[in-house]
Structures are given as structure tokens and as C-alpha cells.
């Protein structure tokens, strides 16, 4: 990607200062920032004035898309009300209570209280020292064991992030903790089982087997994405979601859905949960909480988790806090944006959009570097490959990843380009039929112009078709 700002002092203060999340620090340096300079609707525009449309919501979290006036008068009125409101010694705010109210009555029957963070990884981390303290409170201390999923992703919190299965997030952290363990994903595409049914009973299988040879009495919980994100937008069968939480209960485990990405709207219902109407004993989400007008996320708890934390020693204080936990002014944003979600139609949008959305990946199936596509609501991926037949994957020294985000970048059009070859999407929920024909013009041009680079054409292990498509 270009870095040609004429603020070319903000380059270097970056370059000098700031330190950025999940980079290559030395990558970084010699590349330059890419700063972004003001965005509206689902348009971004950069310190050159190049215009850029976001097919990622900024970080999956920008689902009302930016510069909706009435979000930014909720948030001025409220700091001219009341800038900020500790939730400690007893005292509250409005907005606060009314945003964990609307939460509670929108989300699955099981929850009914609420703890706001900062966003998705304290949140997590939050939902972990609660089940921590959840156990010891009910007299079953030795369930301290916690299992995830392979390519899952549950933050970079210092505990948190040995949930997350990614292995940035391990290297040098010295993270799994021995108490944290991982099964396979619901991964459809790489799968070797003969249908979704049999991809589901394989999940319950290993689940089930990772508690026995962990001791049932040892496990705590159980923590899944309803669709991995970061992990690559893995999505499971329908069915998949129901049936681990009906085994966690079977085992005697709680089940935690982390609905940081796919909650708001992202999948169709508000929650992704709702679909299968699975109710958590506790559920992480943020991102779309404030549409990423503001930090705020939370942990939903059932009434079960709440009541054995209350009771188990009624005349202690729960040690748990952050001082910008149930923030006003985040709340009233989450008011606002709750409110454009339901009385605004956007929600009702992004149902009507979702087809449009798996139509342009799917079509994409054809093009010469595509070997899957998969989808819900709106969230989707492509998955590039060198060979479709095998579904080998391309070298990782061909660098196929930067070559996908500088041409998209050129093409005016953000993403994301993961590691091992495959491309997230998330557009705004208020994306048009217009908008969503130019984020596939703009994609397929894309990638035709990486399929046209020579080393990326010799890589290809299937030729047909190649030629004609570079030539056209």
C-alpha cells in the first residue's frame, strides 16, 4: 500500500512512537503508516485523498457503517450531561442501566445480567475470572480447565489470549496456560467428514473426549465462536452451535458463546445464537455493541452464574472492575445504536442484503484462485488456493496475503487478507445493492490483477482457464 501523506512528519511520529497491534514491528517500521483521514457512509478516505470502500466494517465492528449524525449527538448530549459515572461504591448511570436492560431483554432467555468492559478481550477475560470465581464460590475448585478451538480467537488479554488458538498470540507469551486446551474447528472445506452431521458428531466427539481425559470434575467451560473469525470465518453446519451447547450441559460444563464478531446484527438476527435458539450460561460481546463509535464491550450471564458468584460469601465484594466499565457516554452510544439496529431498519437491511452478498462470493467460486467460499448473514470469506482439486495452499514465501491487500488497496477496497490464503469480509449492515456491485467489481479486478503477476500464475498448479482470464 502506498504511504505518500504530504504529512510526512505524522509518518515519522508514527514510525517513531506508536506502537500498533498484531504487526511485524520492523515490518512496520520500514513500511510507513497508512493513515486514514476521515470516513462516511461505507467510504473511507486516506491522507492522499484516495476513497475506500470498506468491506470490513473497520475491524468488523463498523456495522451501521460512519458519519451517522444521530450516533454523534447521543455521544455529544451525553458528555455535556454526564462525561463520565464510576459503576464502583454503588453508583450508576442511566444510559448504563438502560443499554444492560435492552441487552438482557434482546438477547437469549438464559441471561439476565450484564458486565460492561472495554471491548472483546476483557471481555473475555472478564468471563473467565467470573467462572473462576463462580466454581470456588460454589465448592468445585478443581474445575479450572478451559477448551476452545483450534484457529479460534478470544482476544490478546494476558489470559484470554491462550484461549485464542492463533499462534501470534502464543509466540513468546508463554501461552497455552496447562489449564487451556483446544479440539479441532468445524472447518467444512478441510474436512474429511461425508456430511455436516457427521462434522457435527465429530465436534461433540472431541469435546467429549477432551473432558473425560481431562476429568470432568477439572473442566470449567467451554468457549466457541458460533463462526470463527479471525481463525479465518469458519463456519459451522446449522445444527453445529445446538449441539455443543446441548453436550456441554451433558457434561456438566459451561458453555460460553463469544459473540465479540458475530453479534449485532452480523449473521442476520441480532445474535448469532438466536438462530438456533441456544442459550449460554455466558456470553461475550462488543464491537457492534457501539458500532466502533466507542470502546465498550460486555459479558451476559445466566442468572445460575450470577446467583452462585452472589452467594458465595455474601459479605465479601467481588473483586472485579475497570474504571470504565459501564462508561455514559459508551452507553449512550450503544442506546443510539441499538436503536438505528431495530426502529432504524438496519437490521431488517442486512437480512434483505445477505443474498446479494452470498451471490458475489459465491459467483467468485469460478475465478482461477478461488477454491471456497462460505458465508452467513453478512460475513464471508474466499479461500485462495494453488491447486482447487487438493486444495493445496499457496507458499507462504510467495507473500500471497500482501500482494492481495496492496492490489485491493489500489483498487480502492479494504478487507482482509489473512495469513493462509483467505479473505474476510464484513460490510455495514446499511450497505445498498449499489455498493454491494461495486465491492465485487472492485474484488474480482483484484484479484485478476494478483492472478496476472507471474509468480503467482506459476504457482498455480492447474493452468486451464488462466491465460484467457489474465488476457481479458
Known amino acids: 500500500m502506498p504511504n505518500r501523506s504530504p504529512n510526512l512528519s505524522l509518518i515519522e511520529a508514527d514510525r517513531k512512537h506508536l506502537i500498533h497491534p498484531v504487526v511485524n514491528y520492523r515490518a512496520h517500521e520500514a ?19 484516495r476513497e475506500l470502500l470498506d468491506a470490513f466494517s473497520g475491524l468488523w465492528c463498523v456495522n451501521t457503517g460512519y458519519g451517522h449524525q444521530s450516533i454523534v449527538e447521543a455521544a455529544s448530549r451525553q458528555m455535556a450531561r454526564l462525561p463520565y459515572a464510576t459503576g464502583y461504591f454503588h453508583y450508576g448511570s442511566e444510559p448504563a442501566i438502560e443499554l444492560a436492560a435492552q441487552l438482557v431483554d434482546r438477547s437469549p432467555a438464559s441471561l439476565q445480567h450484564v458486565y460492561f468492559t472495554l471491548g472483546g478481550s476483557d471481555a473475555v477475560d472478564s468471563a473467565l475470572r467470573f467462572i473462576t470465581h463462580y466454581y470456588n464460590a460454589t465448592g468445585r475448585p478443581a474445575k479450572k480447565h478451559v477448551i476452545a478451538q483450534e484457529r479460534g480467537y478470544h482476544g490478546s488479554s494476558a489470559v484470554g489470549a491462550g484461549l485464542t488458538a492463533l499462534p501470534a498470540f502464543h509466540r513468546n507469551f508463554d501461552l497455552p496456560l496447562a489449564t487451556q486446551h483446544h479440539i479441532p474447528s468445524p472447518y467444512a472445506y478441510r474436512s474429511e467428514h461425508a456430511d455436516d452431521a457427521a462434522l457435527i458428531a465429530a465436534s461433540v466427539a472431541a469435546l467429549e473426549a477432551k473432558v473425560a481425559a481431562l476429568g470432568a470434575e477439572n473442566v470449567a467451560a467451554f468457549f466457541c465462536e458460533p463462526i470463527q473469525g479471525s481463525g479465518g470465518v469458519i463456519v459451522p453446519p446449522v445444527g453445529w452451535l445446538k449441539a455443543m451447547r446441548e453436550a456441554c450441559r451433558k457434561l456438566d460444563i459451561l458453555f460460553v458463546a463469544d459473540e465479540v464478531i458475530t453479534g449485532f446484527g452480523r449473521t442476520g438476527p441480532l445474535f448469532a445464537c438466536q438462530a ?17 463509535y466507542a470502546p465498550m464491550g460486555a459479558v451476559l450471564m445466566s442468572d445460575a452464574v450470577y446467583q452462585g458468584i452472589a452467594d458465595g460469601d455474601a459479605a465479601a465484594v467481588v473483586g472485579h472492575g ?10 449512550a452510544i450503544g442506546l443510539e445504536v441499538m436503536r438505528l439496529y431495530h426502529e432504524g431498519g438496519l437490521l431488517a437491511n442486512g437480512v434483505a442484503r445477505a443474498p446479494r452478498f452470498a ?30 482439486e487438493s486444495k493445496q495452499r499457496f507458499d507462504a514465501a510467495l507473500g500471497l496475503p500482501e500482494r492481495i491487500a496492496a492490489a485491493a488497496y489500489g483498487n480502492g477496497l479494504v478487507f482482509r487478507a489473512f495469513g493462509d490464503g483467505i479473505l474476510g469480509f464484513a ?13 465485487f467489481e472492485r ?6 490483477d494478483v492472478l496476472a503477476q507471474p509468480e503467482v500464475r506459476a504457482a498455480l498448479k492447474v493452468k486451464n482457464g488462466v491465460s484467457a482470464r489474465v488476457a481479458a
Open 359 to 388: 451471490q458475489g462470493l459465491d459467483t467468485l467460486l469460478a475465478h482461477p484462485l478461488v477454491g471456497d467460499s462460505r458465508h452467513r448473514g453478512l460475513l464471508g470469506a474466499l479461500e485462495l488456493v494453488a491447486d482447487k
Open 322 to 331: 475497570h474504571t470504565y466499565s459501564a462508561h455514559p457516554v459508551s452507553a
Open 443 to 448: 474484488l474480482e479486478k483484484t484479484l485478476d
Open 276 to 292: 438456533e435458539d441456544v442459550e449460554p450460561d455466558l456470553m461475550t460481546v462488543a464491537k457492534g455493541l457501539t458500532a466502533g
Open 31 to 49: 513500511r510507513g503508516v497508512t493513515v486514514l483521514e476521515s470516513a462516511q457512509g461505507v467510504f473511507l478516505r486516506d491522507a492522499d485523498g
Open 427 to 439: 460490510p455495514a449492515l446499511s450497505y445498498t445493492e449499489s455498493e454491494f456491485d461495486l465491492l
